[in-house]
């Protein structure tokens, strides 16, 4: 039968109770206080507490007035990667830096025989040198503190397990059911979980950085929008999928952002999924909190992916809804087309019928009464038409990313104030697929000449009625196809002594028109009176 082989729980106490064996008379005077010693750093199953008593302790037993506890990092024993310290902490940094054999007695602390790290004191009081004895119950310490780092570290690395995976649930739960925005979502969820300062999620850019576009912090409006150059040794590795842990963000100089100095250590992740790289995920810590662990790292690597997933998921989702509404806006239009209009040309046809036959009988003054009265629905059924088909192409076009900015939107706008000064509300017909085809530029271009033209309309024509069109179907003389805009009214034209202003903003509207290859031209406005300005430009 194979010998009893203890674990290393049993060896630690084994261990603790040689060196008790061993106690010498003054040792044995000082073992109630030890006991207590013991008990104390054992009481507590949060690690940084843990820490924190082990180091009052071990002070207090030996009459020391510094004492720290160095943690060795999980890569490289040497490493220090934390530091937990009694006293003065500056001076014991600076000791442990430089000389530690000159100044401290130093002990080192196992957990389950792994390095875990060293437990420093210096200064004893009176200024006396450390004894043997003094010694003796730091080793002791020490082998007590190992047992109970161990044990506090599997309780919390247990709960950051449970917490990390509860999160990455509920973040999975929040995108698929489309709750708030996704990426803030994500920031959010991965700050609580790190225990971070912010939680920050980067895109990529076009030029091949990346860009904070969601923010969780105290100060988001501030960090929205800062950007890592492309340049950044940071950014090619995070593409590539590689994670970057950083100790210091302050003091890294691979971080090129302005926000950098504020935080301490940082976790920044790569939101990866099947080979695509949506972003970045960084969750920066403040300037004195501690490094993040092994098993931190792990976690938050696997709540990425998670997040990542759940962002595909979600914007698949976001796809097929898209999709669904595209389709039933293709078919309301088709409705409208097939059905409506179809049936207004035909109304509009019988009219004109009657219209002819009116003119071929009936008195003079009866058959002009008719006539007036056709003609005004045929002009109805006209306007009519116009109106929806300016729906259809809206519907065919679908939605823009936002709204509130298409070409469509911006002239709608000038139209409204436009109706504030006037008293009366413009007309408005688009025509053509004027948010898809029209350019940026162009579009810009086109609002102003739009607000110039309704401004002089109402302010100097003293217009009744006022008519604007956009239409995104029109050809230039040339045969090029064309956007133009027409503003037409019934005014007078302008009052004596006000041309001079006028023609300024109206070769201001023609220069802006030649820049883009265009050009302008005024005409007769609506019943014959007023003015009809035109702007158009090439697609």
Known sequence: ???????????????????????????????????????????????????????????????????????????????????????????????????????????????????????????????????????????????????????????????????????SAALTTALLRGTGDALSVVAEQARRLADAAAGLVFTP???????????????????????????????????????????DCATDPRLMTRAAARYGPSMMLPLGSEGRILGMLAVPRSPDAPLFTATERTLAQRFASQAALALLLAEAGGDRERLAVYEDRDRIARDLHDLVIQRLFATGMMLEGAQRSADRAGAPEPRGEVRQRITQAVDELDATVREIRTAIYALQQGPVERPDDSLRSRVLREVRTAAEAAGFPPSATFTGMVDSLVGEQTARNLVAAAREALSNAVRHAAAGRIEVTVDAAATLPDGRPAVRLAVADDGAGLPPGSAGRRHSGLANLHRRAQELGGTTRTGPGLDGAGTTFVWEVPL
């Open 205 to 247: 850019t076009e030029e091949g950085g990346l860009r904070i576009v969601a923010a969780a912090a105290d100060d988001p409006d501030e960090l929205l929008g800062l950007r890592l150059p492309p340049h950044s040794p940071l950014v090619g590795a995070l593409l590539l999928g590689e994670p970057v842990f950083v100790e």
């Open 1 to 167: 039968m194979a010998p009893h082989r203890p674990d290393a729980g049993s060896l630690a106490e084994q261990l603790a109770a040689e060196s008790l064996q061993s106690l010498t008379p003054e040792l044995v005077r000082r073992l109630p206080q030890v006991l207590e010693a013991m008990v104390a750093i054992g009481a507590d199953v949060d690690l940084r507490t843990v820490l924190d008593r082990i180091v009052r302790t071990a002070a207090a037993l030996t009459d020391a007035r510094h004492a720290a506890i160095g943690v060795l990092g999980a890569e490289e024993s040497a490493h220090v990667e934390d530091f937990i310290t009694h006293g003065d902490a500056a001076l014991m940094r600076r000791r442990v830096r430089d000389r530690p054999d000159a100044h401290l007695l130093s002990v080192p602390i196992r957990v389950q025989s792994e390095p875990f790290g060293h437990l420093y004191l210096s200064d004893k009081s009176g200024g006396q040198p450390f004894t043997d004895a003094d010694l003796h119950l730091v080793r002791v310490v020490a082998t007590e503190a190992g047992i109970a780092i161990g044990h506090a570290r599997l309780l919390e690395s247990a709960r950051q397990r449970a917490r990390w995976i509860d999160g």
